[in-house]
């Protein structure tokens, strides 16, 4: 068993070791020491990082009372080693991880939505609230918890029998009533109390913010993403500097950006609607030169092929009736962008043909799918290069 020294003062930053044993494993040594400083995985929280002597320890995690040290080198047994945090990543995790519990304390306390799970990344942390809450309730519980951190209030950690701890619960945002046995309380004076096993600053104002980047509906309640300390202060750093040049580029005040932008869209949205509307009547001139010569089939029906570069399938919505208004012709329009194709077999007036049949030679030349009515039947598949010579194909053979 080795002896966590991070329990009881998380502020601890090295050790002096005994190497207790060292297993080799997919590639690395999994060290074991008499005691450590290094937090294992678990809990919500990260891991610690950091060194054994000059090793680097790049994972730590627990199982059966064991602590596994993962490393790239190993150490032989019974040698007395330096155990040394990289305190930068502790720092981090505390941060995190108080701040979960701050802020989740806040969100039961103003709202009665209970955490019902906390995720940990190296970039991001999330909690799951089983009630949905909105932006300014999130801002509420936001500054609330900012409040209880810049009081710097004290952080405790107590043993207890849970037959003890059971008292508590009604004080405790979250109590499991299965745990037995010596519990782990972490308390926040006058705010949060919970079991926990993580590690945590011993004031408040060490984690120094919290701020909610989002939120989203998640299983009936909502996921909120935050971040505390360091994280927070270069997250806002960045999407500061951001707003700043986009102000900057747009000759507008950062507080007005947002309406800028929004001019800008309903600009380009009429612009666009007024090419549109160009490109259009120039499809349908070049319609008038393609039903000119195009070709027919064994019953005299006009089979008019014809591409819509550029368009969508939107946009053969608006082509279907320019062809149903013919007598006697089958239309295959197919709409081409980079990253889609759209067909559709349209009959016209008094037209006697099966659009479905058509329908299954242009899915087989596109490898889409599709169906439709015996009228019109769309279909679609993935961009492809070559897509007017696999048209052209359809074309011949309905012609034969």
């Known amino acids: 068993m080795t002896a966590k020294l991070f329990e009881n003062n998380s502020m601890l930053k090295e050790c002096e070791a ?3 044993a060292c297993t080799q494993k997919d590639g690395k040594y999994l060290i074991e020491l ?3 400083v290094f937090f294992p995985e678990g809990g919500g929280q990260l891991s610690d990082k950091g060194k054994i002597n000059d090793i680097i320890v790049e994972h730590v995690s627990e199982k059966e009372g064991h602590i596994y040290h993962e490393c790239r080198e190993p150490l032989p047994v019974g040698i007395p080693v330096k155990a040394v945090l990289d305190w930068s990543v502790r720092l981090d995790r505390m941060q995190q991880h108080l701040g979960e519990h701050i802020l989740s304390f806040a969100c039961w306390k103003l709202f009665e939505a209970h955490n019902v799970g906390f995720h940990m990344n190296e970039d991001s942390v999330f909690i799951d609230l089983d009630k949905e809450l909105t932006e300014e309730d999130l801002l509420k519980a936001e500054l609330f918890t900012n409040e209880i951190i810049w009081d710097n209030r004290p952080v405790s950690v107590d043993y207890m029998a849970s037959s003890e701890a059971v008292k508590l619960k009604d004080k405790m945002r979250k109590f499991n009533e299965k745990l037995t046995g010596i519990l782990r309380i972490v308390s926040v004076e006058g705010a ?17 913010s919290v701020k909610v980047i989002r939120h989203e509906k998640h299983k009936g309640g909502c996921r909120v993403e935050f971040l505390c300390g ?6 806002m750093d960045k999407k500061n500097s951001t707003l700043l040049k986009v102000a900057q580029s747009l000759s507008t005040k950062p507080e007005l950006v947002p309406e800028h932008i929004e001019k800008l869209k309903a600009d380009m949205q009429t612009q666009l609607e007024a090419v549109k509307s160009k490109l259009l009547a120039m499809k349908e001139k070049q319609l008038e030169e393609i039903m000119a010569v ?5 019953n005299g029906v006009k089979v008019v092929a014809w591409p819509l570069d550029g368009f969508d399938a ?20 197919v709409a081409a962008k980079p990253e889609r194709i759209s067909y559709a077999a349209v ?36 961009y492809c290069a ?7 194909a359809v074309v011949e053979k309905l012609v034969q």
């Open 192 to 208: 949060d109390i919970c079991t926990c096993c993580g590690t945590h600053p011993p004031f408040t104002g060490m984690i120094g």
């Open 347 to 382: 009959a016209g007036a008094n037209t006697s043909i099966d659009c479905r049949a058509v329908m299954k030679e242009l899915n087989a030349a596109f490898a889409g799918r599709g169906g439709g009515k015996s009228d019109c039947a769309q279909g679609g598949s993935d």
């Open 314 to 333: 939107k946009d053969i919505k608006a082509f279907i009736p320019k062809l149903t208004a013919h007598e006697n012709t089958l239309g295959l329009l």
């Open 18 to 20: 005994i190497v207790t």
């Open 34 to 36: 008499d005691k450590t």
């Open 294 to 298: 195009a070709p027919t089939d064994a």
């Open 230 to 235: 360091r994280r927070a202060l270069l997250d």
């Open 386 to 392: 070559d897509w007017e010579a696999k048209l052209a």
